[in-house]
C-alpha cells in the first residue's frame, strides 16, 4: 500500500482540494482527483525528500489556534497603523536566530511568519542559524525575537523533534 500511496496525507489533501475548487462530486471530477491524489505523490515521491516527523498533536492544536489569534490580532493593528499618522510606524529588519535545525520545522516558522500581518520572512540563512525578517512596525527588536521564539519556535521545536 505504500507503493501506491508514499504520501497518503498529501493523496487526501489533493483530493479534497479538488473536489472543493471544482465544487462537484460528479463522476469524472471524482475520478480525476483520485488520479491526481494517486499519480502526483508517486511523480514527486523521489525529489520531496523524507517526510517529516511529527509529534505532540495537542502542541499543534496550541499551536495552530495561537497563530488563528495572532492573524486576527494582526490584522487589526497593521489596519490601524496603515489608518494611522505614517510617522508613527517603524518599519525594519532583523535577524531571528534559530535554535531549530530541522528544515521542515524552520520552514513552519518562516510561513507562519509570513502568515502573520505586518511581518514577512525574507531569507533563511545557508548555514540555518537564523531567518531575515521585515517588520512593518519594529518598536522593540529583543522584544519581537523574545515573541516569536516564545509563541511559535518553541511549539515547533516539540513538534518536530
Known amino acids: 500500500m505504500r507503493a501506491l500511496l508514499p504520501a497518503p496525507v498529501l493523496s487526501a489533501a489533493i483530493l479534497v482540494g479538488w473536489l472543493l475548487l471544482n465544487q462537484t462530486l460528479?463522476?469524472?471530477?471524482?475520478?480525476?482527483?483520485?488520479?491526481?491524489?494517486?499519480?502526483?505523490?508517486?511523480?514527486?515521491a523521489r525529489v520531496r525528500g523524507p517526510s517529516p516527523r511529527l509529534g505532540r498533536p495537542l502542541v499543534v492544536a496550541r499551536l495552530a489556534l495561537v497563530v488563528l489569534r495572532d492573524i486576527v490580532v494582526c490584522n487589526v493593528e497593521v489596519a490601524r497603523q496603515v489608518l494611522g499618522p505614517e510617522s508613527a510606524i517603524r518599519p525594519g529588519f532583523f535577524r531571528l536566530p534559530l535554535a531549530l535545525t530541522d528544515d521542515h520545522a524552520i520552514t513552519a516558522l518562516a510561513t507562519i511568519i509570513t502568515m502573520t500581518p505586518g511581518t514577512l520572512t525574507c531569507d533563511v540563512a545557508a548555514d540555518r542559524s537564523h531567518l531575515l525578517i521585515h517588520a512593518l512596525d519594529l518598536p522593540d527588536e529583543a522584544a519581537l525575537i523574545a515573541d516569536i521564539k516564545a509563541r511559535y519556535e518553541a511549539p515547533l521545536a516539540e513538534i518536530f523533534r
Open 26 to 44: 460528479a463522476p469524472g471530477h471524482l475520478v480525476l482527483a483520485a488520479v491526481l491524489a494517486v499519480g502526483l505523490p508517486l511523480a514527486f
